[in-house]
């Protein structure tokens, strides 16, 4: 038997109707969930956004710390900040961050990069906050 | 189709949608909302769970908003802040400052007190001596006169030089003694920032700014997962602490801020006794209060006075609870203390 | 079903076992098949309990589909893993998709089945995302979740009336509830 004849006979009106419903909900909740833009990187300067970096675009891109030049270095999905030595610079230590919600920063440049996203529900090594 | 059996049916297939989209919205905040700013010179970290991201993110603004404030206020950095005004106003007058710095000022004279001047307040013109504060930090140690010059203008000093007047005003004795209030300011920055989330309607909640940490609540029954840093290895954990319910954790150790010079770890932990980095023989010190200025002050103090000292301290604070760690890598537990010894990775 | 075929009337408790049995056999077949994973299953088993909720009704229904998620599990030796817990919440969102749809009337085995399967799917992802941590940003998969339990609905539905139009044939059988 042909499918089409098939679905024909066993199917009311009102499956048909739901059928297409359904069918468009779910295409319209998959489109909007895919125009969604690509994992990207926030900068913040002094915690106002400066620059969005999108991680499929591997990139270098100089910004105006308080105490000069911090390098934002994006590269195979992942980013980090360079060049700017300080042991509190927060960003050495963390080096290459990727996840949605990680962090990293140089405190005294106030600047920081955030993935966006929330972070999975135990982030950072398995620990929700590391006491230092 | 009869048109009534029609609507019937779209009601029932629009109550449907309705009662799985509910289903996604009461699964929904069982999800950790974490936000993250650069605040009081280091990362603040707020974590929420329990709630919806809207409402997380709504509360999370107001706290950090709140933590603003009090920068603004208690930065000694901030060339507006009451606390910069107080520090270059002329010495041995009264000086009017917010009643809310009062408060702060007050319990921070009380710590040093009870710390026996381990912990203090007065300290920025030392501070300023080392250059801590300095961007890049400095890398030798500053001459020793300078030390002792401040030494002497502080000796005999009671209460280190802090006054606070009936008027509710602040006397600061000499120049040798200026406002730092760093840490409690901080630790005081996130118990107001908590009751800021609580009263937006977070229960579960974990700030962390930079040593300083505040947790209330827990993760969907779950205890906060909380890692102690290894003082040696900043990749590294040296302990675990699973901790549920209202608690403040602070921690102080030599590899925050430093530098070397000589083969010698100049931290920024300053000894006011010796006008120098600490040195008790300890590398990093936490401790579990009910507040976040207690835990503060005491992780502080314990520090500087050393392991002997430091417990002998603690008995004075019931509910407060501390680890040591020594430069040998020992450790000390005092046995209400909520965590235990990393397993080595 | 066929060996059932002879008998005059079977006793309706008989029946829901002989459901749960059949759906039992099918989950442990489809377990075994080589597939992208637990997530795009057919869900043969679902027939048995659209057979039921057609011809029994939604107890028998949602009989038929606690003992296939026990019994199911007992066979594969999941009980009480997260699988176990993601079967079973896939099976109370069915079912309770199969409470609501006896409001709905016109609907025949394709609807029913669609709305079934998407509802199992979506109860299932719910609890994913809440019960094994870290892994909430399945919920983002959703709709491609959902795209495949669409057309094994529908074509679960039409096995469901293939396979009612057989066992109508023997009235003695199964009737109507």
Redesign the interface.
Known sequence: MKFPALLARASTPMDRLVMGITALAIVVSGVTAHGKPGKQAVVFRDNRPVLTLPLSQDTKKELAGRLGPVTIQVEQGRVRLLEYQSPRMIGTRTGWIQGAGRTTACVPCGVLVRVEGQPENTPDQGFDAVSE | MNPRRWWIMMLGLIGAAALLTWGFMITAPTRMYVSTRLQMGTLVSISTWGVEENKADRAMDLAFEEIGRIEAMMSRFMPESAVAHLNQAPRGEPHAVPEELIGVIERGVEMGRLTRGAFDIGIAPLSDVWGFSREPPPEAPPPTAAIHNWLDARNGLPDQGITITPEQQILLANTAVALDLGGIAKGYAVERALEVLQRAGVANALINAGGDMRIAGAKGGQPWHIGLRDPRNPEGVVAVMDVAGSRAISTSGDYERYFMSDGVRYHHILDPKLGAPARSGLISVTVQAADSMTADALSTALFVLGGEEGLKLLRHFPGSEAFLIRADGTFIKTPGFIGTKAAPR | MNALLPMPRLRRDLLIAYLAAAAVIAQVIEAALPGPGPWFKPGLANVFTLVAFLRLGWSAAAGVTGLRVLAGSLALGTLFTPGFFLSLAGGCGAV??LA??R?????????IS??AA??HM??QT??A??LI??H??I??L???L??GS?ISG?LN??LT??ILEQLDRHRALLTGP
């Open positions: 309770a998709m609501v749809v409001f709905l009337p016109g609907l025949g085995p394709v609807g669609l709305l998407l509802a979506a109860a719910a609890v995302g809440w941590i870290g909430a940003g919920v983002a959703l709709p491609w959902l795209a669409w529908v539905g039409l009336f293939l």
